[in-house]
């Protein structure tokens, strides 16, 4: 078997004790990568000041050397904050408002994707297999290709891709589909994500749907698919029955003593529609007073990208939002909002998800949202609660029993919230059931393996068009 080579921005590095990083994802690959023997490269978060980055800096764990990079203070601005977060990720959530695009930034991203290029091919193996992740490294391969490496090499976006009236908005459109067309083979998160992708080949006339999940396109010939990603559903929903022993879930169980609770665990972002969640969950107190002080929501959003002008902006507005509805609506004996602006631990998180009546997430664009499928692996099968889900998010293609909802809609979602906690433990086992199946029988590791498996029997070399 080949090894494996995984390149991402970020590595989860794994815990002192030996044991593995948290997450699905982590795991997952973590255990193909120790099934092969292989790499995983990437950035070390470390910035080097305005020195060149010293060697890599490698660590060994049984088959698996993880190999990470320092970047200097340019880079960091012009590649992680600059282009990664202040363009793509703004135009692949649908925020063209949010796009700074500036040349400097744009420059900076190809030229960290052909300093990870140069750093990781003196490593690279002629049959080894490389994965490369999300949307900070999408020229990788364009750039390993130029440096004559034949591998299989694939791409996984983790987040959305859009419509091509939205891509072009973007001045190096043309360059970033060009990085995507040196893979051998490209997944994207949902089957809307994959049309958004063939529908700009269609439209700007550079390439074509060959069927099969083949295209061509810039001279190349390569596959394309949707690969939704799980969560490792099992190991979850075991390790949130045991969570709710834990100190903490049961002081929080008594805390709630008498009420209901819902919860929304997001990073501090933008895109996962935070404020207009705040505002549904006013709306249903001051629509439903029958339910002020018999619920309390749970906001757990630890902070994220804070460096980037947008983050800070938005971090602010939540935490004035949240504290605008307590003073409005709350009493001397409940604060109708928890707001956490820290990340919690994954234990307590696990059975605070089993804790709550309503799993609230409702992103405004999500490639796929794992919280999602977290709170459902979470519930007590005897008595689950009700996910109430984004119908933009990617896990919404999927879990069909979740009572969908639009999250620019602030009065349905209040409905739906209302809905949600009014709902016959018959219907919410019903509904449950259907979601906790599909998430058992698509789980991370068939994800991974399914990728893996395409990626290998993609096609063989020469792929290029005469
Ligand atoms: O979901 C996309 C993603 O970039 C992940 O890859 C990452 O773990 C997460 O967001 C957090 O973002 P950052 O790496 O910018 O802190």
Not at 88 to 108: F, N, Q, S, T, V
Not at 440 to 457: A, I, M, P
Request: glycine fraction near 10%; proline fraction near 5%.
């Amino acid at each position: 078997m080949s090894r494996l080579i995984v390149v991402s921005n970020r590595v989860p590095m794994p815990a002192k004790d030996g044991s593995a990083a948290a997450g699905g994802l982590a795991v997952a690959l973590q255990a193909a990568l120790q099934a092969r023997g292989g790499i995983w490269m990437g950035w070390s978060g470390e910035s080097s000041g305005d020195r060149e980055p010293g060697p890599l800096s490698q660590l060994q764990k049984g088959n698996i050397t993880y190999a990470l990079t320092d970047l200097t203070d340019t880079d960091v601005e012009e590649y992680y904050r600059g282009f990664a977060n202040r363009v793509l990720w703004p135009i692949c959530h649908y925020r063209l408002d949010l796009a700074e695009y500036g040349r400097k930034e744009m420059a900076g991203y190809f030229r960290v994707n052909r300093f990870f290029a140069h750093r990781l091919a003196p490593m690279i193996e002629p049959d080894d297999i490389i994965w490369v992740h999300d949307y900070h490294l999408i020229p990788l391969a364009a750039e390993l290709r130029q440096m004559g490496l034949k591998n299989r090499i694939g791409f996984f976006l983790h987040i959305p891709w859009p419509p091509a009236d939205i891509l072009v908005t973007m001045p190096v459109h043309e360059e970033i589909m060009r990085g995507l067309s040196h893979y051998d083979l490209v997944g994207f998160q949902t089957d809307y994500d994959l049309q958004n992708f063939a529908g700009y080949l269609r439209r700007e006339g550079i390439g074509d749907d060959l069927g099969n999940g083949s295209f061509d396109s810039h001279g190349r010939i390569f596959k394309a698919g949707a690969y939704p990603i799980g969560i490792e559903t099992a190991g979850f929903a075991d390790f949130a029955e045991s969570a709710a022993n834990n100190v903490m879930v049961q002081k929080t169980r008594r805390s709630i003593e008498g009420r209901d609770m819902i919860i929304g665990v997001d990073r501090l972002d933008y895109s996962k529609g935070i404020i207009q969640r705040l505002e549904a969950f006013e709306r249903f107190l001051t629509g439903n007073p029958a339910y002020q002080n018999k619920v309390t929501y749970l906001q757990i959003t630890p902070k994220s990208r804070s460096e980037v002008p947008e983050y800070e902006h938005m971090q602010k507005m939540v935490a004035e939002q949240a504290g605008r509805v307590n003073g409005a609506i709350g009493t001397v004996d409940w604060v109708p909002i928890r707001y956490v602006n820290r990340s919690i631990n994954r234990t307590v998180l696990a059975g605070l998800y089993r804790l709550a009546t309503i799993g609230l997430v409702t992103p405004l664009r999500d490639g796929m949202n794992l919280v999602a499928k977290e709170y459902v692996a979470a519930q007590n099968p005897d008595r689950p609660g009700v996910l109430v889900l984004s119908r933009f998010a990617g896990a919404a293609r999927e879990l069909k029993g979740a009572l969908l909802v639009n999250p620019y809609d602030v009065e349905g979602t209040a409905n739906a919230i209302a809905r949600g906690l009014a709902m016959s433990l018959g219907e919410r086992r019903e509904r449950w059931s259907m979601m906790m199946e599909h998430l058992l029988s698509h789980d991370v590791s068939l994800w991974c393996e399914n990728f893996l498996r395409d990626l290998v029997t993609a096609p063989e070399l020469p792929r290029t068009i005469a």
